[in-house]
């Protein structure tokens, strides 16, 4: 199997909810235990917050509150979402509570070092434009649903 692969199955494995050993990941997935111990070492560098425990009764387990996280960027990812969702924000963007909320998904499933860049990159991003009224945010409401249905939309207030 690849690295990747391994990774993958070492991530599944200890979503499960069960502590394990490396020389159990190992063994369960034929592959040398120093093996695990890169694979474990890549997968905390990527975010996944993978408890050590050590002693009789240790092994590795998962932090629980990141197996409802579903999906995993990188921090350049995660800098991108973040001053995407500023400019959409400022821009009067019609959607904003629920683009905090995303973007308050993405920040608590983050790492400490994941959260100090990011933070340091949410606060030094300004956009000076305009914000838009509640009207013009209706109606970009209004487009993006008929844009998201497949419908067209005709102005019949013409001014001339």
């Known amino acids: 199997m ?12 200890l979503r499960s909810g069960k502590r394990m050993t490396a020389k159990e990941l190992a063994k369960e997935l034929e592959i040398h235990v120093r093996t ?17 425990d050590s002693g009789p009764n240790g ?3 998962i932090l629980s509150r990141f197996t409802d996280s579903p999906l995993f960027f990188d921090i350049e990812e995660q800098k991108t979402l973040i001053h995407t969702s500023i400019f959409a924000k400022e821009a009067g963007y019609p ?3 629920d683009l905090t909320r995303a973007m308050d998904k993405m920040m608590r499933y983050a790492n400490e070092k994941q959260l100090d860049h990011l933070r340091s ?10 914000r838009t009224d509640g ?11 008929a844009a998201g249905q497949g419908r067209i939309m005709i102005e019949l207030n013409r001014r001339r």
């Open 59 to 61: 092994g590795y387990s």
């Open 36 to 52: 695990v111990y890169r694979c474990i070492d890549s997968l905390c560098a990527s975010g996944v917050p993978i408890i050590a």
């Open 135 to 145: 009207v013009l945010q209706l109606y970009l409401q209004m487009l993006e649903a």
């Open 121 to 130: 990159h949410g606060t030094a991003l300004s956009v000076i434009y305009p």
């Open 2 to 13: 690849t690295k990747s692969d391994n990774m993958l199955s070492i991530l599944w494995m």
């Open 95 to 97: 959607y904003s509570d």
